[in-house]
């Protein structure tokens, strides 16, 4: 099941690399702002999806594992998708705020270059903040997704000395 997830969410993330694709050869300005706006979101929720199902397992094995009473314990799904939940309302949140404030616009930059006749030689298209300010957005987003990570790396550090023959792998 685990596995499902990571697969869902890695391709959920790797798919965001398909609308930065997208320029003004082949879409309008208006839906190559779209694509911009889109692409964080591919993003954000593929890293949520993938990184809560490594996290809420490796919590999980923790909680079995590092209970301090030797009785047995019941973690159930609802425990398990909280970290989830949490991860997911927050990058959603700051996504929104994003969205609507101050969202990506597509950009075609011209280099300086000039041929004979005047002419610009090059050019670039890109997504880009409307102004510095908004940088706060990124900032934000990865604040909330490193200290996620960072959580996860102690949960991973706390189940290393588990033994091999609790693995699921075998």
Same mark, same amino acid.
């Given at each position: 099941?685990? !596995?499902?997830?990571?697969?869902?969410?890695?391709? $959920?993330?790797?798919?965001?690399?398909?609308?930065?694709?997208?320029?003004?050869? $082949?879409?309008?300005?208006?839906?190559?702002? !779209?694509?911009?706006?889109?692409?964080?979101?591919?993003?954000?929720?593929?890293?949520?999806?993938?990184?809560?199902? !490594?996290?809420?397992?490796?919590?999980?094995?923790?909680?079995? +594992?590092?209970?301090?009473?030797?009785?047995?314990?019941?973690?159930?799904?609802?425990?398990?998708?909280?970290? +989830?939940?949490? !991860?997911?309302?927050? #990058?959603?949140?700051?996504?929104?705020?994003?969205?609507?404030? *101050?969202?990506?616009?597509?950009?075609?930059?011209?280099?300086?270059?000039?041929?004979?006749?005047?002419?610009?030689?090059?050019?670039?298209?890109?997504?880009?903040?409307? *102004?510095?300010?908004?940088?706060?957005?990124?900032?934000?987003?990865?604040?909330? #997704?490193?200290?996620?990570?960072?959580?996860?790396?102690?949960?991973?550090?706390?189940?290393?000395?588990?033994?091999?023959?609790?693995?699921?792998?075998?």
């Amino acid at each position: 099941f685990f !596995l499902y997830i990571i697969c869902i969410g890695t391709f $959920i993330m790797g798919s965001a690399i398909i609308p930065i694709s997208v320029d003004d050869r $082949i879409a309008s300005i208006e839906d190559c702002s !779209l694509a911009c706006i889109f692409s964080p979101w591919l993003a954000s929720y593929g890293f949520v999806i993938a990184f809560s199902a !490594l996290f809420s397992k490796t919590w999980r094995i923790n909680q079995i +594992f590092r209970h301090p009473q030797m009785k047995r314990i019941k973690v159930t799904e609802k425990d398990v998708i909280v970290p +989830f939940l949490i !991860l997911l309302g927050l #990058n959603t949140i700051i996504l929104i705020c994003w969205t609507t404030i *101050s969202p990506l616009n597509w950009e075609r930059v011209y280099t300086d270059a000039r041929d004979d006749f005047d002419r610009e030689l090059y050019s670039n298209g890109m997504c880009r903040l409307n *102004s510095n300010k908004d940088i706060v957005y990124v900032v934000l987003l990865l604040i909330v #997704n490193l200290a996620v990570l960072l959580l996860a790396n102690i949960q991973a550090y706390q189940a290393r000395t588990i033994t091999v023959e609790f693995s699921e792998s075998q």
